[in-house]
């Protein structure tokens, strides 16, 4: 069971690295587990991949004559609309290499018809999929060197692994070469009452800013004290600023300034969140990702007891039109309902609020990822 005096359980996310790939998010698979990534299969792939970077008219190069400079200015000459020359860089900076791998990852997942919300989306689930968080080098605390390949762009396009700060700064490289604004965001995290240092995204899409935590959507629980469960999600994916805030889910605190493109953060609000579970079908029924009434989850949960042990996890919005949102600033949100849901299916994983026995993980917004079979 999974049993939580609060809200998180397990430290900042682990994903096993990606074996394979589907065209939406399939639920009805071979085997229970993982929730997988909305990313195209390579038949699918662009046959002739156009990068926007490429028609920027102007170019810049680089001055910076550390590693870890280089990398930072890469990240400013592409937010300010121009193409990396990357002659000026040294013949040992791995920077160039560090670049053609993100375009790789661009060209096999992101065709050339793609919407910016579709690049933006197959960017974050890449990321929140595709790359393992370096336990070793978080658990080191401040004692960690500052210029290990984890923390930044190294880690995350040649060694597929990171902490926040790589991941922020790796969706910060994949959206500048797509055209797409986007900046990297440092501040600290709530984690069990201490505040943990932290860093996310903004990103802009439609005229409009929203976080994304690709960090955070590439997270895990542990369902007793040796069992982890890695959960991959979209928890905080386009989300506002009052989401990150929350204080139940995990709050966010932004740092007023940051050194990247010398931002200021208040200048970058995120006033909304985008309607991406509403928008997104579940694959179940004709259900989608956002659940608006109880007889519905209920009706989720039936047909999931007839798919013989084929759902390991399920992502869902709740967001029951007779529900009183202010409710959402409870630890125990939504509590009942989800426990007469559970009642419908013969889940491995079972629910006792009474004895605060909770099988699921909860992100702002009334999202949930619940734990079905082992």
Not at 33 to 50: K, R
Not at 154 to 178: H, P, W, Y
């Amino acid at each position: 069971m999974l049993k939580k005096s609060g809200n998180i359980v397990g430290i900042v996310a682990f994903c096993l690295l990606m074996t394979a790939v589907l065209s939406g998010c399939s639920l009805t698979r071979e085997k229970s587990g993982e929730l997988l990534p909305h990313l195209i299969p390579l038949s699918q792939a662009e046959t002739d991949p156009v990068r926007p970077v490429d028609s920027f008219a102007a170019t810049q190069g680089f001055t910076a004559s550390t590693q870890k400079g280089q990398a930072e200015e890469l990240l400013q000459i592409l937010y300010s609309g121009r193409r990396p020359d990357f002659s000026t860089l040294p013949a040992s900076s791995p920077v160039k290499r560090v670049y053609d791998e993100a375009v790789a990852v661009l060209d096999r997942y992101i065709r050339n018809d793609f919407t910016p919300f579709e690049r933006i989306h197959a960017m974050h689930d890449w990321l929140a999929y595709s790359i393992a968080y370096d336990f070793a080098l978080a658990e080191q605390g401040d004692s960690a060197n500052p210029n290990h390949a984890s923390f930044g762009l190294e880690g995350v396009f040649l060694q597929r692994t990171a902490v926040c700060d790589g991941f922020a700064k790796a969706m910060s490289l994949l959206c500048g070469i797509e055209g797409i604004r986007c900046i990297r965001i440092t501040g600290t995290y709530l984690y069990e009452g201490e505040e943990i240092n932290h860093a996310w995204n903004k990103v802009e899409l439609d005229g409009v800013w929203y976080n994304v935590d690709t960090t955070m959507d590439n997270w895990h629980v542990y369902t007793d004290a040796s069992t982890r469960v890695d959960i991959f999600n979209h928890g905080y994916f386009l989300v506002s600023d009052a989401a990150l805030e929350d204080s139940v889910t995990g709050r966010h605190w932004a740092h007023e300034s940051d050194n990247d493109n010398g931002i200021n953060t208040p200048n970058y609000a995120c006033p909304k969140n985008y309607e991406y579970h509403k928008n997104e079908r579940l694959g179940i029924g004709d259900h989608a990702m956002e659940v608006t009434d109880q007889a519905a989850l209920n009706d989720i949960f039936t047909r999931i007891k007839k798919q013989n042990g084929k759902i390991g996890r399920l992502e869902l919005k709740l967001a029951f039109t007779d529900y009183d949102e202010s409710n959402l600033s409870r630890a125990d949100a939504y509590a009942l309902q989800i426990e007469e849901a559970y009642k419908k299916t013969n889940a491995d994983f079972r629910m006792d609020a009474a004895k605060g026995i909770y099988p699921y993980q909860r992100y702002p917004n009334g999202v949930f990822v619940f734990l079905i079979y082992k």
